[in-house]
């Protein structure tokens, strides 16, 4: 059995926002953010919220750009390990997408601008999300001769605990697949 509590918050725009939190039978709690701009208000001396005071807020991730030795080796790993997307863009550009974001490739030594001022493969070390139980996703891993370099165990994430695994891609960055509903 499922039910659904939902409520609302008014920050200092008078903008209602709302929170739905979401409890199962198991009575594991999920909390989802309907709006990613809910936030509690706070007040300085000033008289002048949070959210008064900033010049603008950021929404979310677009894309990041991979720095990487060898593109073709890069779109494999991601495609096959991680079931990403290979898309091209621009002029024959390589990007890899997901949910709605992506990883755009720039090849070592031949970099698009404006680019990182040190570009360099190996250099990321990221989370990324999935609703998968991460005991399937070592499994996985394991069916691809991944190697695990740590997992599963428990973190923290933006939003609350969670469940991880650690591996590496072709250029040695970190990455860190992540569950929230603890499994």
């Given at each position: 059995m499922t039910s659904r509590v939902f409520i609302s918050v008014r920050n200092s725009r008078s903008i209602v926002h709302t929170l739905c939190q979401r409890v199962d039978s198991s009575v594991?709690?999920?909390?989802?953010?309907?709006?990613?701009?809910?936030q509690?208000?706070?007040?300085?001396?000033?008289?002048?919220?949070?959210?008064?005071?900033?010049?603008?807020?950021?929404?979310?991730?677009?894309?990041?750009v991979l720095t990487v030795e060898d593109i073709e080796a890069t779109v494999k790993f991601y495609t096959q390990v991680?079931?990403?997307?290979?898309?091209?863009?621009?002029?024959?550009?390589l990007a890899l997408s997901f949910g709605n974001q992506k990883f755009n490739l720039h090849q070592k030594g031949n970099e698009f601008?404006?680019?990182?001022a040190n570009p360099t493969p190996g250099a990321i070390d990221i989370c990324l999300v999935t609703e998968t139980p991460i005991t399937h996703v070592i499994e996985?891993?394991?069916?691809?001769d991944v190697s695990v370099e740590e997992g599963p165990v428990q973190r923290t994430g933006a939003l609350g605990p969670i469940t991880s695994v650690y591996f590496r891609d072709p250029?040695?960055?970190?990455?860190e697949v992540s569950n929230y509903n603890g499994q």
């Open positions: 594991n709690f999920r909390t989802y953010l309907m709006d990613s701009s809910l509690k208000e706070q007040t300085t001396k000033s008289g002048k919220s949070a959210e008064q005071r900033k010049p603008f807020s950021i929404s979310g991730i677009d894309h990041i991680l079931g990403m997307g290979q898309v091209t863009f621009g002029q024959g550009r601008e404006p680019k990182a996985h891993l394991k069916k691809l250029d040695e960055n970190l990455i």
